[in-house]
């Protein structure tokens, strides 16, 4: 008998408390459960694709338990979205319990299903909840969007790829994308081989997921058409509005040598690891090279490495911006023939210390560099923004005509005509990434008539025009 007590006692206790957590559950049909709010808005996300994680906090305001008896996607298995109740997945919860005066956290996903319209639509559902027979919603809504998907289907040297036409044919694809829906390049670069060349007219959009980009490989073009109001942008695939000045979210541009021309005309290049990189095969001989790239009222901005890496290259630029890069926003290297005209280079980089200048010029090569910046602005927040570095038996020819420039270097000597230094105060909101010239810029009237007549805003270039891509209105 005495052995048995303990376990008498132990059963009492159970029992007490059992009922007392019964006793303790709110049965009231009138109690109803306060959300942090009434939607959970998706902003735009791409067919196919799973959005970003949305967050909803239940509270319960009563003093005692609250059994929520049901918590249900309206559409359940059939529905789009996706929710997650304190760590639990699945589309239907029962009996979940809220202590007085807590909460508990919903997470929700979505994933648009493609049904080929051209526009953004809406995809929308509810949450519902049941507590003590009382019924309440919260409401789902996402905006999707429909596009043209290249996703990486093959390797080539441990590089995922995939090629333009996508099944990799040996003929050469001469291909042009118009703007009728957005482009999303997923898994790894799209790739042109061999002769395959790409024309993008203007307005396009193209959006790369993670580690993404688009390879032009030896012997491919591409050719980019934008107009003013309507660029051609290259960016991620993060469409949220707190994703839009978020560095590093796809690789890069990347192109090697060819017989024509790669132009980009209006395009924005935005919030990847390196915006563009243009190299020769090292493998070649070591002599100039003779492959141009053009760049024509471009802007080039927020990306965590590099705007412009260069080597062994040509490039001519005018009237861009190129801007905030988490080390260089020009990196011209290993020889080459850089020409940059009216061209804005500012770095306001906001991410982590950058201890790297905005423009460098670096040669270890014999092949010669040359770089010259006419009418152009190179700015920033550090004490010097320009500077290059000549190896042993390397040459690196330059020259600032007519510039800005922000350096505590010496700016005397043939490599400097007319250049004045920067202590800042430029333009009108680096923070805002307006880098049109202040009524106070030291930039107006700064430059020299090179045969520029038109900004990048397409506005007349007087008789003495301003350094830098805007001519100050």
Known sequence: MLKIAPILVLFTIILFTF???????????????????????????????????KRLKIYNPTNKTVNISSISVENGANSQFRINVDGVSGNIHNNILIDGKDSLFIFAEVTIDPNNLSNPYVVSDKIKFITNGNSQSVDLVAWGQDAHYYVANKSVGGIPVVYLDKDNSDLPLDSTWINDKPYVI??????????????????VQVHMHNNAGIWIYE???????????????????????????VPGQWDRIWINEGADDNVFNYAIIKNGFI?????TNPFNAPTLSVNTLRLNNCEIHNNSAVGILATNYKITDTNSV?????????????GGDYRFNHTTIANYWAGTERKT?????????????TAMFYNCIIDGDKEIEFSSEEFAGATINFL???CILKT???????????????SGGLFVDETLHDYHLKSTSIAIDKGVNINVSTDKDGLNRDNSPDAGAYEYQ
């Open 322 to 334: 190129i801007t905030n890069s988490g080390q260089y926003n020009l990196l011209l290297k290993g």
């Open 19 to 53: 009922s007392c957590r019964k006793d303790s559950i709110e049965t009231d049909s009138s109690v109803t459960l306060n959300f942090s709010a009434d939607t959970v808005l998706f902003d735009t996300v791409f067919a196919t694709f799973g959005s970003t994680t």
């Open 357 to 369: 200048p905005a423009v460098l010029l670096q040669n270890a090569t014999n092949v010669a560099e």
């Open 219 to 245: 012997n491919g073009n591409i050719r980019v058409n934008g107009e003013k109001d309507e660029e051609v942008v290259f960016q991620g695939t993060r469409l949220e509005y707190a994703w839009q000045d």
């Open 186 to 203: 997923y898994g790894g670069y799209l790739t042109l081989d061999g002769n395959d060349k790409l024309t993008i007219e203007k307005g």
């Open 400 to 402: 600032l005509d007519h």
């Open 408 to 422: 505590t270097n010496s700016i005397s000597g043939a490599d400097y005509i007319n250049t004045s230094l920067s």
């Open 275 to 279: 915006g563009i990189q243009v190299e």
